[in-house]
């Protein structure tokens, strides 16, 4: 679990280098890493697809099913992260103005323990 204490730039560079030894550059546009994204989305959703909660609760304990669930979370996060080197994004400065943002559109008076989106509140 140390592993989270890994910064956002050492994952970037050690996803750089796994990328250029093999020379993966060239087909790593953002369309191609946007779709890479989406793939692997929709890998890891069909682990929960037609299950319910307590069904995908299950899938969570199970030792195997967690780990591949976690492979999939992984791709979808090296795609990401790919993206994010490739085009020089920040994305800690990102997801923090996005949080800004998103704290305007739900603020906490009309926002807490709603599932309306912004614009039902
Ligand atoms: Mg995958």
């Not at 280098?17 to 550059?25: A, N």
């Not at 020089?88 to 996005?98: C, G, M, S, V």
Request: proline letters at 1%; charged letters at 45%.
């Amino acid at each position: 679990m140390d592993d989270d204490r890994t910064t956002i730039q050492e994952l970037k560079d050690e996803i750089k280098e796994f990328c250029d030894e093999r020379d993966w550059g060239k087909y790593h546009s953002a369309k191609e890493l946007s779709i890479g994204m989406i793939t692997e989305s929709a890998e890891l959703i069909d682990h929960f697809r037609f299950k319910s909660d307590n069904e995908a609760d299950e899938i969570l304990a199970d030792e195997k099913k967690r780990k591949e669930v976690n492979e999939e979370l992984s791709d979808v996060l090296y795609f990401v992260l790919r993206f994010a080197q490739k085009y020089k994004i920040d994305l800690a400065h990102e997801l923090r103005e996005k949080m800004k943002k998103n704290s305007q559109k739900y603020p906490l008076d009309k926002a807490k323990g709603s599932n309306k989106k912004y614009n039902e509140l």
